[in-house]
């Protein structure tokens, strides 16, 4: 059979797929739009270079110094680098703050995109809301930093701090967490008020169709809805409050190890003081009072390392399947 | 042909309205018996159209009745001066050229036209005797539901998305094991069951436009309504599914009262027991499916309908 149609062997194989149909060639454009298109690659390709030389520095410089004992020992007050430990309280001290801002800023910076957007009333109200967050995302952290300090030393804040009859110390992880929650909320409002204003009409129409309240609506179909633009913007704000500084310095306390202030277990942790992996860096390298250097390049490499993998989450979150959420749950073994 | 038999046929959707229409004209006492349901759209009454003042029902009990309904947009009325009534059991169509004012008609109905800031609508809407705006919203809605012209599933899964429209506002009650067989009569009965079956758990966005459709209806009916608004709901559609819901309106007629807008003049022919014809926010005629198509009382009417055939 195969001798009486000597092309039969080639149509074995797949006919070859063309992922791409033809296109314009770049030579057949306009002066202008060549111009830019080379632009526009030189502009990519440079910044790229930045952003490599930097990833490569650290690396570098992560490889050097970065041990896995400096992960898992407390830091020393010593003056040599040989004696003055490792960073683990940063560490702890970076995560609890991202936890404790991002636990205050997601359920407020929510439910006011909720009311801006889906109330909004009186109008006023509404609009001043919406230029608050604008402030605030527009505010320097050492500007929050020294507000929050001098708020939180007020008598009325006593229990959140360590305190004595005076007056507040004002410095602690929950004071400290308060101020980066912050820092947090423009991201969280930003992204959920962007989600919410582009959920369709129709979709709410469906949910009210169906005799459902307004609130209801917003809770069932609303809010599940644009759950991966409010996990986007939680991520972005706690980038941004691990690599924020000034709040550290100033309402953390920055000290060198978590410091709790009272023997009940969670509250003394959280009225306590502590420092994350900026101030860290910041009190270690050669600006601060240049102990350890070659543990603030570790440090920094770490916090850097952090950083990358929360934008590589954002980018997963949104990624997430084709169709927006519920994916199929993979079952095993079925 | 007996009684069974009858049901069987009407129940697999090879009895259209031409069938329906060429049946002995029976007198049945009306009530809520499902046999009597099921017998009323195989028999309809429609042989003593002499009898029938237009606007006035065919079938049973009256449900629904508008008198002088007028919706405004700001001060530009886009419905005017509809009265009409609508009665147990039957298909009602709305037919008429576009920005007439159907949808806004259908969505007056349930209050839906409130959502819109500026809309307005004076005159009275009557379910089963009581002014529609002094329910409470969300009963009302519940008692008349609503399919639209796009499929408008929720992003979850194809089961939430029916039990969604059980449970209790927000709640999460009750749990699944309690819907589940709703769930799947509903999707029975929306003739999308056998298709999805195997996961249920899948995103209803990852379906087809007419299994989303089918979706929508399901999820419409699932709580029981008295009546069911259908806005253009086969238009994203092709004529399979298009088929598909045609043969499922004629089941679901047996027990809900369906007011349903179509662009498709055949596909009103078709499924409808009285026709409406709507131009300009005007009710021009109103009145059973055969006389509208074949003997037009109105001009408007007439050229409509010519101009649509050819
Ligand atoms: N939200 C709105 N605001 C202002 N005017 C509106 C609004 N919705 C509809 N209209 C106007 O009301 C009139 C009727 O619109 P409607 O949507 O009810 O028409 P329709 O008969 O459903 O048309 P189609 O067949 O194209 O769907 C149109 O003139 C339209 O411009
Ligand atoms: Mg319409």
Redesign the pocket.
């Known amino acids: 059979m195969a001798s009486a149609e000597p092309y039969s062997a080639p149509s074995l194989l797949p006919p070859r797929r063309r992922r791409r149909g033809r296109r314009s060639s770049l030579r057949s454009w306009r002066l202008r739009d060549q111009a830019v298109f080379v632009l526009a690659w030189t502009v990519g390709i440079g910044l790229f270079a930045v952003v490599a030389a930097l990833v490569g520095f650290f690396a570098v410089r992560g490889a050097q110094y970065l041990r896995p004992d400096l992960l898992v020992t407390h830091p020393a007050p010593s003056v040599s680098q040989a004696g003055s430990g490792g960073f683990l309280d940063a560490i702890e001290g970076t995560v609890l703050l991202g936890v404790i801002g991002l636990l205050i800023a997601a359920p407020i910076g929510v439910t006011t995109a909720v009311w801006v957007v889906e109330y909004g009333r009186p109008r006023w109200l509404s609009r001043i809301v919406e230029s608050t967050v604008e402030m605030i995302a527009g505010t320097p952290d050492i500007v929050l930093a020294i507000f929050g300090l001098a708020l939180f030393e007020l008598g009325v804040f006593a229990p959140l701090s360590y305190s004595e009859p005076g007056g507040a110390f004002g410095r602690s992880f929950l004071t400290a967490g308060a101020m980066m929650s912050l820092v947090a909320l423009p991201s969280v409002y930003v992204a959920t008020r962007n989600g919410l204003v582009a959920t369709p009409r129709q979709l709410r129409e469906a949910s009210y169709a169906l005799g459902k309240t307004r609130i209801a609506t917003i809770r069932r179909v609303v809010l599940p809805g644009i759950r991966r633009d409010i996990a986007t913007g939680s991520t972005l704000g706690l980038g941004r409050i691990i690599g924020d500084t000034a709040i550290v310095i100033l309402v953390l306390g920055a000290t060198l190890r978590i410091d709790t202030q009272s023997s009940t277990p969670l509250l003394g942790l959280l009225r306590g003081t502590g420092s994350t992996l900026t101030s860290y860096i910041y009190g270690n390298s050669p600006a601060g009072e240049g102990g350890a250097p070659q543990k603030a390049s570790a440090a920094a490499a770490l916090l850097l390392l952090i950083i990358i993998g929360l934008n590589w989450g954002v980018g997963r979150i949104g990624r997430i399947g084709g169709p927006p959420l519920h994916e199929p749950k993979r079952r095993l073994g079925a | 042909m007996s009684a069974r038999e009858r049901l069987a046929n009407a129940r697999s959707g090879k009895l259209r309205p031409a069938a329906r229409q060429s049946s002995e004209n029976v007198a049945l006492p009306i009530d809520n018996l499902e046999l009597t349901a099921d017998l009323m759209s195989v028999t309809p009454e429609k042989a003593d159209s002499t009898t029938q003042v237009a606007g006035t029902a065919a079938h049973g009990r009256e449900r629904l009745r508008l008198d002088d309904v007028s919706v405004f947009?700001?001060n530009?009325p886009?419905v005017k001066n509809v009265s009409l009534s609508i009665s147990h059991g039957e298909v009602l169509a709305l037919i008429?050229?576009?920005?007439?004012?159907?949808?806004?008609?259908l969505r007056t109905l349930n209050r839906l036209t409130e959502l819109?800031p500026?809309?307005s609508h004076s005159g009275q809407i009557l379910l089963d005797g009581d002014e529609i705006d002094e329910l409470v919203d969300t009963d009302l809605r519940s008692r008349i539901s609503m399919v639209f012209q796009q499929p408008n599933p929720f992003p979850m899964s194809i089961f939430d998305n029916v039990g969604f429209a059980l449970r209790e506002q927000s709640r999460r009650r009750p749990r699944r094991p309690e819907l589940e067989p709703l769930v799947n009569q509903a999707l029975q009965r929306a003739g999308l069951y056998e298709e999805v079956r195997g996961d249920l758990g899948r995103s209803a966005l990852r379906l087809s436009g007419g299994q989303q459709q089918r979706l929508c209806i399901a999820r419409a009916i699932a709580q029981k309504p008295e009546i069911l608004l259908m806005d253009?709901p086969c238009s994203a559609l092709d004529p399979r599914s298009t088929a598909v819901i045609e043969d499922l309106i004629g089941q679901l007629s047996k027990d809900l009262t369906i007011v349903i807008?179509t662009?498709n003049l055949q596909q009103a022919r078709r499924i409808a027991d009285r026709v409406a014809f709507?131009y300009l926010?005007d009710l021009v005629e109103i009145g059973e499916t055969e006389q509208i198509f074949t003997a037009p009382r109105e001009q408007q009417t007439r050229e409509y309908i010519a101009g649509v055939f050819g």
């Open positions: 947009y700001g530009t886009a008429g050229p576009s920005g007439c004012g159907k949808t806004t008609l819109t500026n809309a253009e807008v662009h709507m926010g």
